[in-house]
């Protein structure tokens, strides 16, 4: 069984910022692509970021610049780092591994970009 699980969403002021995260209990992360990808509310679901087992990263131009994944080897955590946060970017972002040649999603964590 593989479980994702996303957590650090909340309410955030625009221009602050908020750090996510996601654990796969059981499973290594560093030898899987892992992404975050985003549902804004009246748009396409969006990828935000990727990091590659080889650590090759990509970003939605959308959020190069404000945005960091990384991931934490010692915790086996993948974490994505918001900075700079606007209202778009208020939705539900999703932790996705690449697993078995399927694309295995979390629950989502809400994030919401409000004064």
């Known amino acids: 069984q593989v479980q994702v699980e996303e957590s650090g969403g909340g309410l955030v002021t625009p221009g602050g910022s908020q750090r996510l995260s996601c654990a796969v209990p059981?499973?290594?992360?560093?030898?899987?692509?892992m992404h975050w990808y985003r549902q804004i509310p009246g748009k396409e679901r969006e990828l935000v970021a990727f990091i590659t087992p080889s650590g090759f990263l990509h970003y939605a131009a959308s959020v190069k610049g404000r945005f960091t994944i990384s991931r934490d080897d010692a915790k086996n955590t993948v974490n994505l780092q918001m900075n700079s946060l606007k209202p778009e970017d208020t939705g539900v972002y999703y932790c996705v591994v690449e697993y078995g040649g399927n694309l295995v999603w979390g629950q989502g964590t809400q994030v919401t970009v409000s004064s």
């Open positions: 059981g499973l290594i992360l560093s030898i899987y692509r």
